[in-house]
């Protein structure tokens, strides 16, 4: 029987971003891809891999569409990954530019009768924008009070310009 674990989406560089989803233990990197394109709003055909990383960062494995080596993402599931130590997975969408989320798992949850997986959970911040070339984080902004150093102005000075 598939059991239903949960990870944590990030997007590195970005503190606003992330996502939780829960997915069948027995869900194909392949169908994980659909899923991310589906949920993020990602164009569906562009080439991606997703590499599998244990708790100390070394990488483990690559998967994408042919075999890089650890097997393709139509055949390698949820708990391979995971039979292999891989807590966290990057989803690698843009290969020319290394743009990839950052997938931790988060454990087992309970799975809940007549839910439907996968699905997300949790949810902030906007998608990371897939061929961006900028960076989209809120926490970039800053209050216009501290741009300026405005000062209270003459009201004599004024008259002069009209």
């Known amino acids: 029987m598939a059991k239903i674990i949960k990870y944590r989406v ?24 659909k899923f991310l394109v589906n949920d993020l709003d990602f164009a569906p055909d562009q080439m991606i891999a997703f590499k599998g990383f244990d708790e100390k960062g070394k990488m483990k494995g690559m998967y994408g569409l042919f075999d890089l080596g650890s097997g393709t993402i139509d055949g390698v599931t949820l708990s391979k990954t995971l039979s292999k130590g891989e807590t966290t997975i990057q989803y690698v969408f843009d290969l020319s530019k290394n743009k990839f989320l950052t997938l931790t ?23 990371p924008g897939q061929f961006s070339s900028k960076l989209d984080n ?18 004599e000075d004024n008259e002069a310009d009209f």
Do not use: C, W
Request: hydrophobic content about 30%.
């Open 10 to 33: 990030t997007f590195p560089g970005n503190k606003v971003f992330f996502r939780e989803y829960e997915f069948s233990d027995e869900m194909t990197l392949f169908a994980l891809n």
């Open 105 to 127: 798992y988060e454990g087992e949850v309970e799975q809940i009768p007549h839910i439907h997986y996968p699905r997300l959970t949790a949810e902030k911040g906007r998608a």
């Open 138 to 155: 809120l926490d970039t902004i800053t209050d216009f009070e501290e741009l300026g150093t405005e000062t209270e102005e003459d009201p």
